[in-house]
């Protein structure tokens, strides 16, 4: 018996405006698909995992163990400017940084606030001294 990976990571909203406003950002503005939907919530695929959203629940917006959300991107600068521009805000503009590990890991991260307060990393792994701008 083993662990395969993580399948899906779950929210809850309280009420069915934050419902919508979630299934628009992450399905608009990130890009996820729709893998299924029933009365009370929805699936969608990022990609590398599944999140599902239920709008049957008041929620708890505190802080707790996990951080944030980590998603992988092709174009961090192009996600976190159509963020901004639907009116999210981005905390951490897009740079660079380089974890300082065996080997040395480079990457191009921002982060941003999703509709429900959840803190999300847009996240692209770059190669060995590559600054991963557009010019």
Known sequence: MKINGIHHISMKCGTKEEFERAR???????????????????????????????????GIKSKGAIRHVAFSADDVDGLAA?????????????????????????????FCFGPLGEEIELFQELGSGNSGRKE
């Not at 974890?99 to 191009?108: D, M, Q, T």
């Open 82 to 110: 159509k963020v901004k521009a639907a009116g999210y805000e981005v905390f951490i503009e897009p740079n660079d940084i380089v974890i300082h590990s065996e080997p040395e890991f480079h990457a191009r991260m921002a």
């Open 24 to 58: 628009d950002f992450y399905l608009n503005i990130l890009g996820f698909s729709i893998v299924r939907e029933w009365p009370e919530g929805i699936m969608l695929n990022s990609g590398g995992g599944l999140l599902e959203i239920f709008c049957n629940g008041a």
